[in-house]
């Protein structure tokens, strides 16, 4: 099965921007899905952005969209998350996950996820 590992969470101020990586340990199948979630203290888990592996095609939530950019990179078997004009309620941990299907937001979709990364956004 494949793992997922996630990196570049940090503090940042508002206004910031950060990146976070997803190194997954094995191939990831074109019909899949790699998604980015978030969970601050004390909230349920929402979804930020998904992107099919295959073609690309992006969503993203809307408390999010015009500020974070999801990509992939098929040959590394890289999923990134470009955050830019943080804010502090984006302050959560960021996991990324992968559904074996086509699929946006819906989280039990996704069976394989990673350990989670901070991102922590100061005003």
């Known amino acids: 099965q494949v793992q997922l590992v996630e990196s570049g969470g940090g503090l940042v101020q508002a206004g910031g921007s950060l990146r976070l990586s997803c190194a997954a340990s094995?191939?990831?199948?074109?019909?899949?899905?790699m998604g980015w979630f978030r969970q601050a203290p004390g909230k349920e888990r929402e979804a930020v952005a998904s992107?099919?592996?295959?073609?690309?095609?992006?969503a993203y939530a809307d408390s999010v969209k015009g500020r974070f950019t999801i990509s992939r990179d098929t040959a590394k078997n890289m999923a990134y998350l470009q955050m830019n004009s943080l804010k502090p309620e984006d302050t959560a941990v960021y996991y990324c996950?992968?559904?074996?299907?086509?699929?946006?937001?819906?989280?039990?979709?996704?069976?394989?996820w990673g350990q989670g990364t901070q991102v922590t956004v100061s005003s």
């Open positions: 094995k191939w990831i199948f074109s019909s899949y899905t």
């Open positions: 992107i099919t592996w295959s073609g690309g095609s992006t």
């Open positions: 996950a992968v559904a074996r299907i086509a699929t946006r937001f819906n989280s039990e979709s996704y069976d394989v």
